[in-house]
């Protein structure tokens, strides 16, 4: 049985790896911002066993505050997944600068404040970090340009772990894949028909399958 802490546990593909996870007999470790939502996964969950953090990625306290509740309940986690994810799509002049922030505090700022805040456990148990970077991170797409940037970043933070990790127990992997049929889209007009979309259940199957550990996963390119 491995522990394993998944931000954006609330919906979406974070929720599916779980339930999935869990079903394979595994404590998950459901963080979010919103306590509400992550009860209903929680709810959901038949198999294995499931705790509930509430948390905000994007703020460093809230990280550290994380970390000494994880502490206190002698929790060791052994793979961390970082999915929590917002875009902002649209003509670049047109992309409101809280939306910027908020991507970039979200996607870049949560990653790397998560990872920074566990590295030392993983590195002593020999744990594993596994970032969702999407497709976003492999080549620039029209009207995605903030949310590209902020995916390409990410990548280059997975791959500088690779060479920072080189000569410890720990590892980290990236997962590369093509968009789902999610709420993330419910705000924007980029996508048109996102029930054409791969759901986040097939999707989190695709990669608990494919997921043997190693550096890079390609899904639905």
Known sequence: MKTILITGAGSGLGAELAKQWANEGNHIVLVGRTKQKLEGVQRSIKNGSSSIYTC???????????????????????????????????????????????????????TIFLTQALLKTLKKGGGRVMNIISTAGLKGKNHESVYVASKYAVRGFTESLWKELEDTNASATAVYMGG??????????????????????EK??????????????????
Request: proline share 3%; aromatic share 4%.
């Open 180 to 201: 789902m049929d999610t709420p993330f889209w419910s705000d924007t007009d980029h996508v048109k028909d996102s029930s054409r979309l791969k759901s986040p259940s």
């Open 56 to 110: 905000d990625i994007s703020d460093s306290k809230q990280v550290a505050e994380l970390m000494e509740a994880l502490e206190k309940n002698e929790t060791v986690v052994d793979l961390l997944v970082n999915n929590a994810g917002v875009g902002a799509f649209g003509a670049l002049e047109e992309i409101p600068i809280e939306d910027i922030h908020q991507v970039l505090d979200t996607n870049v700022k949560g």
């Open 204 to 221: 989190a199957k695709q990669i608990i399958h494919l997921d043997e550990g190693q550096k890079e996963i390609f899904i639905d390119r």
